[in-house]
């Protein structure tokens, strides 16, 4: 099982210890990449796929600990699906 199996295993599952480090891999790995929204944004990250402009996926980067929320997970998992990057079934396959 290659890395990025293993990752998206693991995202699939919720787990309540996800970190953003791991978001960011899995984002990348589908191809989704950062947009700098300048200065003013905070701690607001906004990550899009230039084949998917209309589906970008917005949220607050954690702090001070860097455990993604669960409504993030599920968020980026609604995404990921309606983009047709994962599919519902690929949960129940891995």
């Known amino acids: 099982m290659s890395r990025k199996e293993k990752l ?10 996800f970190t953003y480090d791991e978001l960011v891999s899995l984002l990348n790995y589908f191809e989704f990449y950062e947009v700098k929204k300048g200065k003013t944004s905070g701690s607001a990250v906004k990550f ?11 949220f607050h980067k954690p702090h001070p600990q ?25 949960e129940e396959d891995k």
Request: net charge positive; hydrophobic share 45%.
């Open 48 to 58: 899009v796929n230039s084949a998917f402009l209309s589906e970008p996926i917005m």
């Open 8 to 17: 998206l295993k693991r995202f699939l599952s919720l787990p309540k210890d």
């Open 66 to 90: 860097t455990i993604i929320k669960k409504y993030i997970l599920l968020g980026v998992k609604g995404v990921l699906e309606n983009c047709e990057l994962i599919k519902v079934s690929d």
